[in-house]
């Protein structure tokens, strides 16, 4: 099989962005994610400002599953373990 050698160019429209919230959406075609800022404002209220939204076929989605997975086995591995908060209030605030 020949390899096929990829060159990546950033479009005029491209820009980075912070997100620390993601919404997932699930179709029989594709999955939907938006990405956004949570900010606490009180104890009891957050607001989420939702910043990109990028739609995946489900091929890619789980590619970027596995991508990602070795990559945070990698982080941890450097690191150390990642903990993801267990409280119900905070469970709720994952998306």
Known sequence: ???????????PTYREAYAN???????VWDFFLSFGVMHQDTP?????IEEQAIYLSPQQAKA?????GQNLAQYEQTFGPLNLET????RQAIH
């Open 1 to 11: 099989m020949t390899e096929v050698k990829i060159n990546t160019q950033r479009s």
């Open 21 to 27: 919230s993601v919404r997932v959406q699930v179709s």
């Open 44 to 48: 009891e209220a957050a607001t989420i």
């Open 64 to 68: 970027l599953w596995q991508l990602l």
């Open 87 to 90: 409280k119900d209030e905070e």
